[in-house]
């Protein structure tokens, strides 16, 4: 996988994806930055999120079990020190709909340990929780 990344002036970047899709990345004005995009560290979060939802979303519709809705939280906890890298990450997984428990938590579990490429890549210790129809689950 190739990605190509182009500098806009000050601190503003456009990502472009194999796929063909754009991402416009900047800092925050006090960063010197124009505050036009999002920033990496925070697509990082979202990469995390959109992966592990993906892996989920299959696994659970291969089990013939229909989402009815679904949202994620992710958290991430930075170290003070340059460079500081993300030191935890926590995600909650919502979802809604006719779920037997342990078939989310064997989705979870699948997608954390073998399958999400994104949060397998990272060093920091992610830790996840849920919650079905609203009743919070134990954390996992």
Known sequence: MKVTTKWNGQMAFTGKSPSG?????????????????????????????????????SILSKMRFNIDSFEMEVEGARAEEYPQRFTGIHIHY?????????????????SKDKYCSVSNSLNAEITVSYSINGAERKQL
């Open 21 to 57: 899709h754009e991402i416009i990345m900047d800092a925050a004005e006090k960063s010197g930055g124009s505050n036009t995009g999002a920033r990496p560290t925070e697509l990082l979060l979202q990469a995390t999120a959109g992966c592990t939802g993906i892996d989920i979303v």
């Open 94 to 110: 919502s979802l809604e709909g006719e779920l037997p428990e342990d078939k989310v938590v064997r989705a979870i579990k699948l």
